[in-house]
Nanobody
Framework: VQLQASGGGLVQAGGSLRLSCAAS????????MGWYRQAPGKQRELVAT???????NYAASVKGRFTISRDNAKNTVYLQMNSLKPEDTAVYYC?????????WGQGTLVTVSS
């Protein structure tokens, strides 16, 4: 199974972007889907996760600005990012996690200019 992330780009502060990540093969419906990010010189950090039941978890730094959602029929997870700040600049990685696997996407670059 491969994860293909898309939707990154360059945006001005205050703008919005929507990231998508789709799995190429079959996954279990109980998979936890999430987004992580890694800024230059920093460690990868959690952005948001969503369970199969729709329960969500957000990093404090993005709560109220970002929204994670999923389409189980399409094996796809989304991240709607609003009110973007320069400190949101990073490579964003999607993650599909289950007891039997831990898949990562290739990363998509988000750059927020001030």
């Amino acid at each position: 199974v491969q994860l293909q992330a898309s939707g990154g780009g360059l945006v001005q502060a205050g703008g919005s972007l929507r990231l998508s990540c789709a799995a190429s093969g079959s996954i279990f419906s109980s998979t936890v889907m999430g987004w992580y990010r890694q800024a230059p010189g920093k460690q990868r950090e959690l952005v948001a996760t969503i369970t199969s039941g729709g329960s969500t978890n957000y990093a404090a730094s993005v709560k109220g600005r970002f929204t994670i959602s999923r389409d189980n029929a399409k094996n796809t997870v989304y991240l709607q990012m609003n009110s973007l700040k320069p400190e949101d600049t990073a490579v964003y990685y999607c993650n599909f996690r289950h007891a039997w696997y831990d898949y990562w996407g290739q990363g998509t670059l988000v750059t927020v200019s001030s």
